[in-house]
């Protein structure tokens, strides 16, 4: 800061007398946010420790990081809202609202949060990973290919004949999937 910036603050009239009442909920807000990077710090090194025992791509364990994240990122500000007097009762008001317009919103998009949920599934308990030749077992329409990249929501397979297919990743949890050596 300049010399001048500096003076307009000291100039300015402070009534710090009005946080008085508030310190308990600034405390906890301050380690809740400390909390809340704690936890993603460990989350982070969780993740890539599990990944790289899993034989996990860094791409993947970014991928379950941001929605785990996501998660907690919720779960806090829910959590400092009612730190701060947002009654449940409110906070379920407004969380109904905002759930009934993404309800209308992403109707049609229902298969986005089975797919980020098998994402999930699959980094964690998966026998297959990127470079893994496998076989879609299905009698209307069988798959051979080799996985070159599973993502949030789609896994993309290199078929035999050098086609690329994306599969949405609830597929590998309802379909009977085998691995080829």
């Not at 785990?68 to 919720?74: A, F, H, R, S």
Request: some cysteine; proline content about 3%.
């Amino acid at each position: 800061m300049t010399f001048k910036a500096i003076d307009i603050i000291n100039d300015m009239d402070w009534n710090w007398e009005i946080f008085k009442d508030y310190v308990p909920q600034i405390v906890v807000t301050a380690a809740a946010i400390l909390l809340l990077w704690l936890l993603k710090v460990v989350i982070r090194k969780v993740a890539k420790k599990t990944g790289a025992m899993l034989g996990k791509s860094p791409e993947r364990v970014r991928h379950v990081r941001k929605i785990i994240g996501g998660i907690l990122n919720v779960v806090f500000v829910v959590s400092v809202a009612m730190v701060w007097g947002v009654t449940p009762q409110n906070l379920a008001v407004s969380l109904s609202a905002v759930l009934a317009f993404l309800g209308v919103a992403m109707f049609a998009q229902w298969s986005m949060l089975s797919n980020i949920t098998a994402g999930i599934v699959l980094f964690f308990s998966a026998p297959y990973h990127v470079g893994s030749a496998i076989r879609i077992i299905d009698k209307d329409c069988p798959l051979e290919g080799t996985i070159e990249r599973v993502g949030a929501f789609y896994t993309h397979l290199r078929t035999t004949d050098g086609e690329q297919v994306v599969l949405p990743n609830n597929l590998f949890l309802q379909k009977v999937v085998g691995l080829k050596k």
